[in-house]
């Protein structure tokens, strides 16, 4: 499996983006995924999860109501909107493939992307 994640950048404080992972290797309709974000100086922390399906979701406290997480099956990617941004939102971004939809325990890692909020 790969999993490649892209849409990072740089933004100011109040701003959004949209992270995408693309996954391939194998059937991306049989693993739950996740959003997961590793700031400075601290520990990779889950910051969204989604069932097979997309019907089920669950968000870290610090990001609900600001980032959406979705999949799209049909092109084998999973999504992270992400509106409002705050300067502690900064952290690299990676996807996770497997485990269940909101675990910290996942069978694959994309590399990562940086998203850096500026105030």
């Known amino acids: 499996v790969q999993l490649q994640a892209s849409g990072g950048g740089l933004v100011q404080a109040g701003g959004s983006l949209r992270l995408s992972c693309a996954f391939s290797g194998r059937t991306f309709s049989s693993y739950a995924m996740g959003w997961f974000r590793r700031a400075p100086g601290k520990e990779r922390e889950i910051v969204a999860g989604?069932?097979?399906?997309?019907?089920?979701?669950r968000y870290a406290d610090s990001v609900k109501g600001r980032f959406t997480i979705s999949r799209d099956n049909a092109k084998n990617t999973v999504y992270l909107q992400m509106n409002n941004l705050r300067p502690e939102d900064t952290a690299v971004y990676y996807c996770?493939?497997?485990?269940?939809?909101?675990?910290?325990?996942?069978?694959?890692w994309g590399q990562g992307t940086q998203v850096t909020v500026s105030s």
């Open positions: 996770g493939a497997g485990g269940t939809f909101y675990s910290n325990v996942r069978d694959y």
């Open positions: 989604i069932s097979l399906s997309g019907s089920i979701t």
